[in-house]
């Protein structure tokens, strides 16, 4: 796990109705993805209509935490506030196996960032905020 020194002064997220169950998984180490339950397809971020369905219907489903890096880019300039102590880092989008298509965006942690690229296998870390909840970063999974 990163230094708490060397972590991203990232601003906090903001808790609504609609993802207080995803913070509050995450803070179980559980990563949940919102799910129609109509047509069974997952949606991330979430929303409170299905993109495929019209369904306002839907529940929070556990996933894996496992994926693959779909596409990534490493800053090495300070171009974002906060991030200053960690340039460089990889920001990558991961495509969860749970269903294709269903992406997620992280930072590649416990890695250099000479090691993101397309087609990583990755799984799921959570990183303690300050506030007490967790957020959802991916480390590569060991070969």
């Known amino acids: 796990m990163t230094d708490v020194l060397s972590r991203p002064q990232r601003p906090q997220p903001v808790v609504d109705e609609l993802t207080a169950p995803y913070w509050a998984a995450a803070v179980q180490g559980r990563l949940v993805i919102r799910r129609c339950s109509d047509c069974g397809r ?30 990534y880019t490493v800053l090495r300039q300070p171009r ?11 920001c990558i989008v991961v495509e969860l196996d749970e269903q294709p298509g269903l992406l997620f965006v992280a930072n590649l942690v416990d890695a250099d960032v ?11 870390q959570f990183e303690p905020l300050e506030d007490g ?6 480390a590569p999974m060991p070969t």
């Open 114 to 124: 000479d090691v993101a690229r397309v087609g990583l296998r990755v799984q799921v």
């Open 80 to 90: 974002v506030g906060g991030f200053e102590s960690v340039i460089p880092y990889a």
């Open 42 to 71: 997952f949606r991330n971020p979430p929303s409170p209509i299905c993109p495929d369905c019209h369904s306002e219907s839907a529940t929070w489903t556990e996933v894996s935490g496992r994926g693959t890096v779909y596409q």
């Open 133 to 138: 909840l967790k957020l959802p970063q991916f």
